[in-house]
């Protein structure tokens, strides 16, 4: 059943739920705030209550401050806004992400945020939700973008570092702070050698590690941590070069990230590893069969484009800009 005005609608602050007063992910302050997960492009600053998964709780206050009002709910756990059921679901994207279920009045619609459906050692893995609209990201939203198996990623990652320890080299991933950094700590054999986390990632480690979850083990990479080591050990780095370390170190550097299928990303490192916290082309399409929904909504990257492959599918699509 379809209301006379939409459930969600797309507006300057963000994503407006009018039938329960609320914003999902917004863009500049409101009141209410519901949060798919602890990125900045999602939760930002200067919203007067925040509703998230529990697990995206430390991550907020570590990020926004100690001192938000935010309020954390479980996975499936039903929660009332002015008449609106909203409730939670695995997103699989980092630790805590999470799609949001929004129902008025029979209808359904789900809003993915980020999401995908390759395994991870922290997040919970993505279920889709059945609901009548389904909003997806199309970061990733084209044929090109077909993840790689994730243990073959895991492989080749430790062979890499394998082999520049075994010359003594030390390896530098460049992986973003949050999520990405943990996943590529759980997918790598730290056997090989330790794993140093510099800056962000060593705090966002602390931050979780402290919230309960079990990292592999790892140290905090300083000016003063010592070469010996440096040697043979992997580097975890949002940033892609270290200025600090020894200039007579041998350093391979490596990214880790979806936009390294494209060779000209590729370009700037010595190894590049497809890995990436979105769904891929495949993965989109499939879920938006798997939602069962008869309308979608496309945002983020290639919106348009997905909108229009899907239109030629005979699906009731649009871009969410557009709606
Ligand atoms: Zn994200």
Redesign the pocket.
């Known amino acids: 059943m379809r209301q006379s005005s939409p459930l969600l609608l797309q507006t300057p602050r963000g994503l407006y739920c009018q039938a329960g007063d609320f914003y999902i992910d917004p863009t500049q302050a409101v009141d209410r705030a519901v949060i798919t997960?602890g990125?900045s492009d999602?939760a930002r600053r200067g919203m007067k209550s925040y509703v998230c998964h529990s697990d995206c709780v430390p991550i907020l206050r570590h990020r926004l401050g100690p001192g938000i009002n935010v309020h954390g709910i479980g996975y499936g756990q039903r929660t009332v806004i002015n008449g609106v059921d909203v409730s939670l679901h695995p997103a699989g994207?980092?630790i805590g992400s999470a799609q949001v279920r929004v129902e008025y009045r029979g209808e359904v619609w789900v809003v993915s945020g980020?999401y995908k459906r390759q395994p991870d050692p922290f997040a919970a893995a993505f279920e889709p939700v059945p609901c009548h609209t389904f909003i997806t990201e199309t970061t990733f939203g084209l044929p090109l973008y077909a993840w790689p198996n994730v243990d073959t990623i895991s492989a080749d990652i430790n062979a890499w570092w394998r082999q520049q320890a075994s010359h003594g080299h030390t390896c530098v991933v460049q992986a973003y702070a949050l999520g990405k950094a943990q996943r590529i700590m759980g997918m790598v054999d730290a056997s090989i050698g330790p794993i140093l986390a510099h800056g962000s990632i060593h705090a966002m480690n602390s931050v979780l590690a402290s919230a309960g979850h079990a990292l592999p083990t790892w140290r905090e990479l300083l000016p003063t941590t010592p070469a010996a080591l440096l040697k043979g050990a992997l580097i975890l780095s949002s940033a892609q070069t270290l200025d600090f370390l020894p200039s007579n170190l041998g350093v391979a550097h490596a990214a880790a990230s979806g936009w390294m299928a494209l060779a000209s990303r590729r370009a700037a490192y010595d190894a590049a590893f497809v890995v990436s916290d979105h769904v891929d082309w495949r993965g989109i399409l499939d879920t938006i069969a798997d939602t069962g929904a008869e309308r979608v909504l496309t945002t983020h990257g290639y919106a348009d484009v997905v909108a229009r492959y899907l239109q030629e599918q005979g699906l009731d699509a649009a871009s969410l800009h557009d709606a």
Request: glycine share 0%.
């Open positions: 997960h990125h999602h994207h980092i980020d």
